[in-house]
């Protein structure tokens, strides 16, 4: 019988030199970095250098990309058109996922396949995404569109754009936490896609395209955004036991806890629930954080499931002010760096990725006559 791999589980399909995760340890490296330590130390587009590059920036290095990501931030016509075509019910993560098609088709450079195009064109969808992103989620609230300021850096540029006032540094910091952890974690689903899309030698565009759609689902990137449906759902600490009395009865999902890799508890959480906590503070929140605390609890002790990262940075989001369905569309933000990371590391050394199946469908039969009339 032939072992069938179902979700490819356990299957080691490449070599990968831009992150290591170690569910043992339940640690993450980017380029042999623990993850914790360049989030307590690095600006979100360090990281993404060190992500394509191998290496952290050089200080001209940084300066370098951090001038072209200040360059290059504005949301172009047609990218906005587009956007203003959708209708504003439109899913967030459909919206950003047809705003990088619309910005592929027209960059003339898209079918170079040069690793020096390929490092072009992820700093610009860097650069460019938190645009859409933040006009989206405006367009959404009836306001619009914010010009970049670059007197700010990325964190700071992307609240500003999304929110029209001076940018907290509290809460920037925060979400520069969480950029750098949303930023890279080998080959889960989405980066996989990119890595197959890749492989058959088309463009870096379209390969973020196909990985957008893959983050999309709630067993993946969605995770974040159904976390605080559930949050909402429950209501208060007090609900959670009942709540999930019925939730398991009906074999629901908690969203927001497992893994595929890790089993004892994800890398990521503690520094994300640490910045969780630093706004929690901030903003009062006691309330959401006994909610919190309550379903982690209570979750843990029935199933022995851990958090993953979606936990944490789901009501640290909320708090930052965005709306729940912009949540998946701000870790499209963050994994496009890893993302082209291993589109060019695919590219680099690249075989067509084309697994088998077994056939389980009916024996081969013949149409004896049961043929249409001419
Ligand atoms: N809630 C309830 N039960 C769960 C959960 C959960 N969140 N996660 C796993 N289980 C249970 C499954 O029901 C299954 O139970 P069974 O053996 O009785 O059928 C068992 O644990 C194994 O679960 P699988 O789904 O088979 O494990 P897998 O490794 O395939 O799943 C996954 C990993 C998809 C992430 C799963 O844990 C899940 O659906 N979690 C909720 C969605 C989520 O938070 N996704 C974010 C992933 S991390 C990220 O993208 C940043």
Redesign the pocket.
Same mark, same amino acid.
């Given at each position: 019988m032939t072992d069938i791999k179902k979700?490819l +589980?356990g299957v080691v399909v490449d070599y990968t030199a831009i992150s290591k995760v170690n569910p043992e340890t339940n640690s993450l490296l980017y380029r042999g970095y623990p993850v914790q330590e360049l989030a307590a130390t690095q600006p979100f587009e360090a990281v993404a250098y060190l992500l394509w590059h191998g290496e952290l920036p050089t200080e001209e290095q940084l300066a370098d990309l951090v001038a072209f990501e200040r360059a290059n931030r504005t949301l172009d016509p047609a990218v906005k058109t587009a956007i203003d075509l959708l209708p504003l019910e439109a899913h967030p993560m459909d919206v950003v996922r047809t705003a990088v098609s619309v910005l592929g088709a027209a960059d003339p450079a898209a079918f170079d396949n040069s690793r020096e195009s390929d490092v072009e064109k992820s700093r610009l969808l860097l650069a460019k995404i938190p645009a859409m992103v933040a006009y989206d989620q405006r367009r959404r609230r009836g306001q619009g569109l914010v010009e970049p300021r670059d007197d700010l850096d990325y964190a700071h540029n992307f609240l500003w754009m999304t929110f029209d006032e001076e940018p907290d540094p509290v809460v920037a910091a925060a979400f520069n936490v969480s950029m750098i952890l949303?930023a890279e974690?080998s080959f889960? +689903?989405s980066t996989f896609t990119a890595r197959v899309i890749t492989s058959t030698m088309a463009d870096l565009y379209s390969a973020v395209v196909g990985a957008i759609g893959a *983050?999309k689902g709630? *067993?993946?990137?969605? +995770?974040?955004e +159904?976390?605080m449906h559930i949050l909402d759902e429950i209501g208060t600490a007090q609900n959670v036991g009942p709540w999930l009395d019925e939730a *398991?009865a009906s074999?629901?999902?908690?969203?927001?806890?497992?893994?595929?890799v890790y089993k004892s508890g %994800?890398s990521r959480v503690p520094t994300m629930k640490a910045a969780l906590d630093t706004l929690v503070e901030h903003y009062d929140a006691d309330e959401l954080a006994e909610l919190y605390d309550a379903l982690e609890s209570d979750?843990v002790s029935r199933?022995g499931?851990y958090p993953? *990262? %979606?936990?944490p940075s789901g009501p640290s989001y909320h708090l930052m002010g965005f709306d729940t369905l912009t949540f998946t569309p701000l870790?499209v933000a963050a994994r496009v760096a890893g993302w082209t990371a291993h589109i060019m590391e695919q590219a680099a050394s690249n075989a067509l990725i084309r697994p088998l199946s077994e056939y389980n469908g009916p024996d081969e039969r013949h149409l004896d006559g049961h043929v249409p009339d001419a």
């Open positions: 979700g +589980a949303y974690h889960n +689903a *983050l709630p *067993l993946h990137g969605g +995770a974040n +159904a976390v *398991l074999k629901r999902k908690i969203m927001g806890f497992g893994h595929r %994800d979750f199933k499931i993953n *990262l %979606d936990y870790f």
